[in-house]
């Protein structure tokens, strides 16, 4: 009984924190829904040369966007950052102040000397750009259901579950975003679409069983996380072991899609688009070419734009230097083949 109406008062709580939150501000007609901050990029004393991870990633997909002349820099949404009440809507306080010992931090984006760093530096250097990523993905969702679609071009930390951080990923912007589709979009069925290397165990743990949200995850299941408990909340599984080539990649892919389609019927598509499938990716292991990877985005933008169900694309993980332009290269693609507008509409 006293469980019960405990768990009734957390819902009435998460959902007050949801329709109080500032996340979800009007963006103009003359914006286009892509949501990008410079405070995403980590830089941190020189220390994240030590971790394999391009942290200027995001930066340059857009810089690459604004110089080829598809994206006009003030047409950019700049979003908020996720705030402690925002977090909490699917975060315990006790995960949040784990993350006040460095150490933790660390540990999550495996960056060991991060652990001898004042909290207050880590805080500012590398869980706030964070954070305004998360703010970006929950954004994202309002985005994609006012213009069909929206791109985060950071995001999708799909490692992090509500208790547990891990693999990068120190936030679980993926069911957070979800949460906010729930309460403030009336959506109720939402369809991820995980096609990172890796498999993504931490909204697979938030969403076990909840019947609104349908997983298809492809992943590589010889590298981390083998979480093989999460592996049983993944409605469609399709792995991709190491050393796939980006024809039978792209085969598996037109097959699942076929079968998603025939099972589920979504509101919202959430698109984790890792980039870490690339052929030379040494967490990945597999070896999908970068026409591979446009052609794999276009895919599953076709999958949803196609039947006007709004799509939201992560650009998650994705390690090498060669990410970024191979992402910005998709984008373009996606814009040639009219499945996005990345022209402004008119000026206000
Ligand atoms: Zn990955």
């Known amino acids: 009984m006293s469980s019960s109406s405990s768990g009734t008062d957390a819902l009435a709580l998460a959902r007050n924190r949801i329709l109080s939150s500032k996340l979800y501000f ?6 286009v829904p892509l949501i990008y901050s410079e405070s995403y990029d980590i830089s941190f004393l020189g220390i994240e040369k030590l971790h394999p991870f391009d942290s200027s990633k995001w930066g340059r997909i857009c810089g690459f966007l604004v110089s080829f002349d598809v994206l006009d820099k003030k047409c950019i949404v700049e979003p908020l950052e996720a705030s402690k009440d925002d977090l909490l809507v699917v975060h315990s306080e006790s995960y949040l102040n784990s993350l006040k010992e460095s150490s ?3 540990t999550i984006i495996e960056v060991p000397p991060v652990a001898l760093f004042p909290n207050c530096l880590v805080q500012n250097k590398v869980l706030f750009p964070f954070r ?3 703010g970006g993905t929950i954004l994202a969702v309002k985005l994609a259901k006012e213009r069909g679609w929206a791109i985060n071009v950071g995001g999708g930390f799909h490692h992090c579950s509500a208790e547990k ?8 912007d993926i069911s957070l975003c979800i949460h906010f589709a729930f309460v403030r979009l009336n959506i109720s069925r939402v369809m991820i679409i995980d096609l990172d290397a890796h498999q993504g165990n931490g909204h697979e743990t938030d969403f076990a069983d909840d019947s609104r949200v349908y997983i298809l995850d492809m992943y590589n299941p010889g590298i981390y996380p083998w979480d093989y408990d999460a592996r049983n909340y993944i409605n469609q599984k399709v792995e991709v072991k190491s050393g796939t080539l980006t024809e039978e990649y792209l085969q598996k892919l037109d097959e699942a899609l076929e079968v998603a389609a025939r099972r589920f019927k979504p509101e919202l598509v ?12 040494p967490l990945g ?15 599953v933008f076709r999958f949803a734009r196609e039947k006007n169900i709004p799509i939201v694309m992560l650009t998650s ?3 090498m230097k060669s990410s970024a332009r191979v992402i910005a290269d998709s984008i373009v693609n996606l814009s040639k083949k009219c499945l996005i507008e990345t022209r402004g509409g008119p000026k206000a």
């Open 317 to 319: 993980g994705g390690y």
């Open 104 to 106: 933790n931090v660390a």
């Open 26 to 31: 009007d963006v103009p007609p003359s914006k």
């Open 270 to 281: 959430i698109y984790n688009a890792g980039t870490d499938i690339l052929d030379g990716d």
């Open 285 to 299: 292991r597999l070896k999908i070419s970068p026409d591979g990877i446009a052609l794999r985005d276009e895919k």
């Open 165 to 172: 951080g891990g693999g990068f990923c120190a936030y679980a």
């Open 132 to 134: 305004k990523q998360v």
